[in-house]
């Protein structure tokens, strides 16, 4: 049998919407990834689900006057649109507000209190009159390491080391700008340097598989001052509530609950879609591989802090949640995650609305465009630049020149020629064979990238094989040699080319999947490469919520060169993809800084 995989994709505030940077930065590289698996044939899972309660949930009530039950499920629904119109194919986008997550995250928080990882101490905590204690991210300051003005209290977004936020320069409350006051308050702590070792032991053995921006990062935190204790518990009422005697009114501190979700969206989708038990395969199985995509500013939580956890659990876990201790949980396998995307030279700011917010993009352009441009420039060693021109010119001279051009030539002189089917070719010469030998070999060499998540690479070799294959359309000329009445010669080119298109399709479809779909159907194909993206609604103690499901098992991509029967009937040609207006580059920057404009 396949290996298991997970692909754990980061868990977005249900506060605001997201834009193109959270995009390239987690979910469109997991849905890459997970697409390619799937065809390869292995026991691929996505997972994710929006965070419910991080204070900016709290934050943002607040603001508006609602309750952070509805600021969750307001921004939770429009994560699920995002996701069905850009094709980000979870096999469940759940939530942390639900029954299942509660127990599953009381349950991890009591392993390690039983086995002795957490301890009571009190603490200086900042005080506001207007609200009570503030959590660490309603406290806003100056960076004492970096000397950043606008660090919150629970790390800096700009030299990204988690903070102690009664050290913060200058603070001031998040909720009404006023200076705070530091009163004393007691929680519970992770006792994490009793892990120090046995994490630098473990990251060592990724030093060479991972990507050096995660493991220098988290080997740094570890040798440069080394790991501090740090609070699990916050005095809050919204969040998931703490299990042992004597704390029940405060609940976990969100860095600690939300990664969680992993597990618990994982259990969730065996309760749902298959065997109770089948999330053993992916968290107990020793063969089984986790990947977590993530932006670089998360690399803290999921390379040091989920494993510490997961570590500290033990096989108590599995004692407390279902009465046994098969094993402990898997550690990561890789954490691939990517550095900042940045628009038009500076940082994206949702605050200030600068940013490219990503249904108000959808609402203008198709979805392949996004994901091709986002593909082309993903931060995967570096931060990148989001810049209107380029992506004008990426989509045009690349998108439509170099792919669409190609499969709107080959068709649509195909269908003109052939009746509106696949030619019967005849003898294919060396040539014919050669082209369709490095097609071929694209399924290795495009595989390997998309193997190590060098995502961009992959996309880069696919395009290559794409300009071969206009190349060699120039070379063999079939519109000459049909004025020259070799129709059978060139029935046999084209026989080739549609052979080759449709190994691109295969090649690019992680990429491009709405493009390889449409694709997939002009060629005269009638079942589906991919399966439908489902909204379900759900209920449990905890109220209703909607959940997004991919039905993997409805489609028939494989990742493998697969022929055109010759004779097959072949829809009406029409472009595949848009060529845009220079004008488009203005108009777009024009938008920047103005709220999103959704449309329907």
Known sequence: MSIPILAGVAWPYANALLHVGNLAGAYLPADIFARYQRMRGRRMLMVSGSDAHGTPILVRALDEGSTPEEVYQHYHERFLELWKKIGITFDLYTSTHTENHRKVSQAIFQALYDNGYLFAQKEQQWYSPSFGFLPDRFVEGTCYICGYPGARG????????????????????????????????????????????????????????????????????????????????????????????????????????????????????????????????????????????????NIPFHALMWPAQTMAAGTRFGELFEGQAPRPLNLPYDVPANAFLNLEGQKISGSRNWAVWCLDFLSRYDPDPLRYYLTIIMPESRDTDWDWEDFLRRNNDELVATWGNLVHRVLSFTYKHGEGRVPEPGELRPEDRELLAQIDQGFTTVGEHLERVQLRAGLVEAMRLAGEVNRYLERRAPWSLVKEGKKEDAGTVMFTAIQAINRLKILLAPYLPFTSEALHHLLGFTQPLFGPLVTEEVEDEWGKRSILHYEADKGTARWEPQDVPPGQALQRPKPLVRKLEPSIVEEERARLGQPPQLGN
């Open 154 to 297: 629970d790390q800096c977004d700009k030299c990204g080391n988690l903070l102690d936020a009664t050290k913060l320069i200058n603070p001031r409350s998040r909720i009404d700008g006023s200076v705070p006051e530091l009163r004393e308050t007691e929680h519970l702590y992770f006792d994490l340097p009793k892990l120090q070792k046995d994490l630098e032991a473990w990251l060592e053995t990724k030093k060479d598989a991972w990507r050096p921006l995660v493991v220098h990062q988290s080997l740094g935190v570890l040798r440069s001052e080394g790991l501090k204790p740090r609070p699990i518990t916050r005095d809050l009422t919204w969040g998931i509530p703490v299990p042992v005697p004597g704390w029940e009114h405060k609940v976990m501190y969100v860095w600690f609950e939300a990664v969680i979700g992993y597990l618990s969206a994982t259990i969730e989708w065996a309760q749902r879609y298959a065997d109770p038990q089948a999330w053993h395969e992916w968290w107990y199985n020793p063969e089984a591989r986790l990947y977590y995509f993530i932006g670089k500013d």
